[in-house]
């Protein structure tokens, strides 16, 4: 394998175990088989996915094979990595809904050459008592204790199921089944897939080579990415949406996402990172940058250019979007007199948690009409005058007023 083919692939990586190893596996001489499992527990395929993903597909390019494990048996089980809570199991049909939806995301990324696409429910679901009983004598309860949330819950006294030490079992097992040579995952599976490594040796396979991919922080900067938190940007999401998102990340992770979300090579990112540091660059162009790439990477040249001018109408400009969808007014932001208080009409748009909060938006500035800010707390206007404007709410909620 040439250098520079070995050093991309180890590019980005948080932990390769054991050190040394993917000279050695790469030393073999043959395509080699790259797993990656995913429980389809949500609907969208998120950044911070792609950058696990997207390491899947540099082994492609090299010419080694994907194995994508659809985890249709596990997500049922549910992962306890990083959980302080037995996670609530999830219904078959809900799970299968979630893989369907997921499957052609996976494709914006993955090629479909030296792919094999697995559900592991095919040798899940069919294992009898006996095979339960071998799988779990080949692991002990010390070992799984050594896992940091399963030994943080004990020390606190909250309850961990037995069925969450099947977890890494099962997905271990995945990798006997499909003989994995190696397992990529992000940080927070180190355990996991060091159990399939002792799994690998106990059914007299060679074991994997493991390596796990940062975490990448959502949007609030702090905690990752993810649906159930909302601070995620999918890969399917409208350019305009995505590039607006992104200026939302903190100045501190844009040499981050620049270099697990984007093209750019490591070089050109170590570049950024350090002008950025000198201040012979701007965070807000390196910004605008990182946006135009991503919103490129996943909906086509130019998208991104289009995204930022749509994005400087609204932010810099003060204009209003191209299309505006139509909104109707709610018939109960209307009182007797056909006066509308524009603090229920935000309220009954679903803009608004309560006045209150529709009030505090006002003051602060966050609501214009026809591009004109609306200050006033205790705003209203006879619904007529209302008709054919556009409200505006936050940097990316328009509506015509009808």
């Given amino acids: 394998m040439a250098p520079d083919i070995l050093a991309l692939l180890k590019d980005g990586t948080a932990e390769v175990v054991p050190e040394g190893g993917l000279e050695e596996k790469l030393g073999l001489g043959r395509p080699l088989r790259v797993k990656l499992g995913l429980d389809p527990t949500a609907s969208d395929v998120t950044l911070g996915w792609a950058v696990v993903l997207r390491k899947l597909r540099q082994f492609q390019d090299a010419g080694h094979i994907a194995v994508l494990i659809v985890g249709d048996f596990t997500a049922r089980v549910g992962d306890p990595s990083g959980r302080s809570e037995t996670r609530p199991r999830l219904e078959k049909e809900v799970v299968q809904a979630f893989a369907d939806r997921l499957l052609d995301q996976f494709s914006m990324i993955l090629s479909k050459d030296r792919l094999e696409i697995r559900y592991n429910a095919e040798w899940l679901e069919p294992i009898d008592m006996e095979g339960i009983l071998r799988l779990t004598s080949s692991y002990t309860v010390a070992r799984m204790m050594e896992r940091e949330d399963f030994a943080n819950r004990y020390a606190a006294g909250r309850p ?139 909906h086509g040249e130019g998208a991104g250019t289009g995204a930022e001018d749509a994005f400087n109408r609204v932010h810099r400009d003060h204009a209003l979007p191209e299309t505006v969808d139509d909104i109707p007014i709610p018939p109960e932001a209307v009182d007797d007199d056909g006066v509308v208080w524009l603090p229920r009409l935000l309220v009954a748009l679903g803009r608004a948690s309560s006045n209150s909060d529709a009030r505090r938006m006002l003051r602060q500035g966050g609501v214009r009409l026809d591009s004109e800010p609306v200050t006033d707390p205790d705003f209203e206007a006879h619904r007529e005058e209302y008709l054919g404007k556009v409200l505006q709410v936050g940097r990316r909620w328009f509506g015509r007023l009808w």
């Fill in 160 to 298: 961990i199921s037995i069925m969450e030490f099947m977890y890494p079992l099962f997905q271990g097992y995945d990798s006997i089944a499909v003989e994995a040579d190696i397992e990529l995952g992000g940080s927070d599976q180190l355990f996991n897939l060091l159990v399939g490594r002792e799994l690998q040796r106990a059914w007299g396979q060679a074991p994997q080579l493991v390596m796990t991919v940062p975490l990448l922080e959502g949007l609030d900067g702090v905690q990752k990415m993810s649906q159930s938190l909302g601070n995620y940007v999918g890969i399917t999401e409208e350019p305009d949406e995505m590039f607006g998102k992104l200026m939302r990340i903190p100045d501190e992770l844009i040499g981050k996402y620049l270099r697990f979300c984007t093209p750019l090579t490591p070089e050109e990112v170590d570049a950024i990172e350090r002008d950025l540091a000198h201040g012979s660059l701007l965070p807000a162009d390196q910004k605008r940058r990182m946006a135009r790439a991503v919103v490129e990477l996943y």
